[in-house]
């Protein structure tokens, strides 16, 4: 799904930077100088060889740093893949459980788990989820972090 | 602005006298009073009976209005805010006898007017068994209710213009859910008035809480009062600023540039007058003449200007002492019940209550100036405060020796030492605040002039001791109580946050702090900016840490038993990549 994602939006970034290109060289402002309007053309082909790496390489990196683990106590998440993130997040602060499922992610079949407390740092995601999974996972957390809500935020 | 109040009418219409809070309205207690004189004596008389107590801090006050003199202030600020504009069409209108202009002008001053009165007619509040309901509004109705036990505070702050009349302006901060804020304002009440709001509010809901805590309310109601509420015996001075701190405000940047900040409003005002009038004047004939005129005028702008700037280079630690004094004058914190109270301020007397409970943690600020002198400022870090820049300010700029003795005092300070971030921290550092302009220093060695160059490589080369100073600020420790990060060169910040308050670790690493063995670990803490970090810190050293401070929430994803021995797993080192036990769930990702 990331794949199809990544590739969606480079598409549409390219068909941006392409119809850019084109202009810039179909009106041709004189303020705009010559070498500029002749490698135009170059700015597109850049791109679209950055795009095709993104969409290959990112979503399989991503994908095998991707872990969760939920205890009875504790959420923790490791995302990311040039830069990785580690998040702990105690059950016992946890102040909402949101589960979400976007249109493409539902043709997936997964949905992402959002967990949010007090402080807007501490809140972390779970992206890529079985949907029936994040439900479930979504009512015990919900459940649990009533019964272990203490009342410091 | 002469009008009358419009005629008394009864204070509790039919659709107000059904309350929030359920119980059958208290007869006497909720008749008609005058607005004006709040019956405050017979509150404060009936709390500490014994018996009535009880009753007398669950019972409903009356709905009460603002205070009549707002007629007069409201009108004044609106008219404040919009003065130039006003100023402007009066003039140009008197003098091209624009009726237009004139007709303008008057009706913007009759509507400031009818507005203030409508929003006095309209306006109500009152101080329920539960909550505090505030209706205000003719054509769109507002009807807030605020529960009481979700006040974080009440602040009391009078502009000068309030001072003269006896006013002042009570807001009243409470927590919505999901962490929003919603605040309920009173502008403005009598000063009494917002006195004996402040400490009824904080008294009902210290009422309300203490039954929740403690269910023994037979205990509680004999004293009202001395159970938690703020009672006025019950205030501590832990500090009240000499008249050397004045000086400090030379050593704050903020503060010394404040002046061109006015300069900078006066001269954006003055270009908009003449802008305006020229706008009104270009059918003119005179269009030539009047530009030629504008000329002369801006070119003698610019040579008042100059002289301006001159004298204020001069006068500016002058200035920077006088404005600071402004905001800070008789700084006082102190302590009054469960709240710290910080007041402050000249023209302008700002008031701030914390309660205790919810302070998390204090902040230590200050800059390269600041600390050759080695002063700082003190912080709170509370939840659900906004404008916490210029709000949860416990003190202001002052020796670090005496800060910290206060801080011991009102807070608790931290006793720990920091540790030292790693080496390679020191080498990120100095590429963070050398390389950006170095590169650019080399590329306009090939492309531009030498002397862009050169003014380029200037400030990469005040980067090394930037960089080098950035690196020695950081730090992070845990004193048992509480835990500290410390970042930041030009604007250092040390942050002390007590141990319950952190509620969740985040670690951060990119490719390049990977090889370095290093992390950014943030702690978050809901109150404050969020999240306070500790960056670069070795990151098995900074799991070994928060592995110290929250053991139960980090050791069942360390990678083996022992964290510190698992350097040598360079994948994740320390906290595991792999699930383990028996209630532990793993995900992946579908492709």
């Known amino acids: 799904m990331w794949t199809l994602q990544a590739a969606i939006g480079s598409a549409v970034l390219l068909a941006l930077l392409c119809a ?19 490698n135009a053309w170059w700015l597109p082909v850049l791109y679209a060889a950055y795009a095709a790496v993104r969409t290959v390489v990112v ?59 007090a402080s807007h740092a501490g809140s972390s995601t779970i992206e890529g989820l079985g949907a029936a999974d994040a439900q479930r996972i979504s009512e015990e957390l919900a459940e649990r972090a009533a019964e272990l809500r203490d009342d410091a935020t | 602005m002469s009008e009358n109040p419009p005629p008394e009418e009864p204070r509790s219409r039919p659709g107000e006298t059904e309350r929030a809070g359920g119980e059958p309205p208290a007869g006497a207690g909720y008749a008609p009073r005058d607005p004006e004189h709040p019956a405050a004596p017979q509150e404060e008389a009936a709390a500490p009976g014994p018996g009535s107590g009880h009753e007398a801090a669950a019972e409903a006050e009356p709905a009460y209005r603002l205070s009549p003199l707002t007629l007069l202030t409201s009108p004044l600020n609106y008219l404040r805010s919009y003065l130039v504009p006003v100023v402007v069409a009066l003039i140009a209108g008197t003098y091209s006898f624009n009726p237009w202009m004139l007709g303008g002008a008057a009706v913007a001053i009759a509507a400031m007017v009818l507005s203030g ?184 702008l610019v040579a008042v200007a100059a002289v301006l700037v001159l004298v204020l280079l001069v006068a500016m630690p002058l200035f920077a002492v006088v404005s600071y004094a402004l905001t800070h004058w008789r700084f006082t914190l102190l302590r009054r019940g469960d709240a710290l109270v910080a ?32 002063a700082v400022r003190l912080r709170a870090i509370v939840t659900g405060l906004g404008e916490t820049a210029t709000r949860a300010v416990l003190m ?26 790693p ?27 030498l002397w862009v160059a050169v003014l380029l490589a200037l400030p990469a080369l005040l980067g090394v001791p930037l960089g080098v100073d950035r690196y020695r600020s950081l730090g992070h420790g845990d004193d048992g109580r509480q835990v500290s990060v410390r970042s930041g060169s030009l604007r250092r910040v040390q942050a002390v946050v007590v141990r319950d308050a952190i509620i969740g670790w985040t670690w951060r690493q990119t490719l390049f702090q990977r090889r370095a063995g290093l992390a950014d670990l943030e702690l978050s ?53 792999r699930p383990g036990g028996d209630d532990a769930r793993t995900g992946g990702e579908s492709g």
Do not use: C
């Open chain 1, 20 to 38: 850019g290109a084109w202009g810039l060289r179909a009106v041709s402002w004189e303020w705009v100088p010559d070498w500029l309007l002749r």
């Open chain 2, 117 to 300: 009165l409508v929003t006095w007619y309209t306006f109500r509040y009152q101080v329920g068994a539960e909550r505090l309901e505030i209706r205000r509004g003719l054509i769109n109705r507002s009807h807030r209710s605020i529960p009481l036990e979700r006040i974080r505070g009440v602040d009391i702050s009078s502009n000068p213009l309030h001072r003269m009349l006896g006013l002042a302006v009570v807001k009243i901060e409470a927590a919505a859910g999901g962490g929003g804020s919603e605040e309920g304002k009173l502008d403005a009440v009598t000063a009494e008035e917002a006195e004996r709001l402040r400490r009824v509010l904080l008294r009902r809901r210290a009422h309300l809480r203490g039954e929740e805590s403690a269910p023994a309310p037979a205990a509680a109601a004999p004293v009202p009062g001395g159970a938690a509420g703020p009672d006025e015996s019950d205030t501590e001075v832990y500090f009240a600023m000499p008249a050397s701190w004045y000086g400090y405000a030379v050593f704050s940047l903020g503060y010394l540039l404040t002046p061109f900040v006015a300069l900078a409003t006066l001269f954006g005002l003055i270009s908009q007058g003449l802008g305006e009038a020229a706008g009104d004047r270009v059918g003119d004939t005179a269009y030539d003449l009047y530009r030629l005129a504008a000329e002369m005028a801006f070119s003698l």
């Open chain 2, 343 to 374: 007041e402050r301020g000249l023209l302008t007397r700002q008031s701030v209550t914390l309660e205790k409970r919810r302070i998390r943690g204090h902040e230590l600020l200050d800059n390269p100036l600041e600390r050759t002198r080695s």
């Open chain 2, 423 to 449: 080496r390679a921290a020191l080498g990120r550092r100095l590429l963070r605040a050398v390389a950006p302009f170095a590169v650019a220093a080399a590329a306009a060695a090939f492309l531009a002039p």
């Open chain 2, 525 to 577: 803490v809901g109150a404050g900016s969020g999240g306070y970090s500790a960056i670069d810190a070795s990151f098995t050293e900074s799991v070994a840490f928060a592995r110290g401070v929250t053991p139960e929430m980090v050791r069942p994803f360390l990678e083996s038993g022992e964290p510190t021995e698992t350097a040598e797993s360079t994948e994740s080192g320390g906290l595991r990549s």
């Open chain 1, 59 to 117: 979503p399989r990196w991503r994908y095998r740093v991707h872990r969760w683990e939920v205890t009875a106590d504790v959420v923790y998440t490791r995302v990311g893949w040039f830069s990785r993130q580690w998040q702990l997040v105690p059950v016992s602060r946890i102040q909402t459980v949101d589960h979400r499922q976007g249109w493409m992610e539902r043709l997936f079949g997964v949905a992402t788990l959002e967990v949010q407390t």
């Open chain 2, 396 to 421: 202001p700029i002052g020796p670090r020796r005496r800060v910290e003795e206060v801080a011991d005092r009102a807070l608790t300070a931290f006793r720990g030492t920091l540790v030292r971030h």
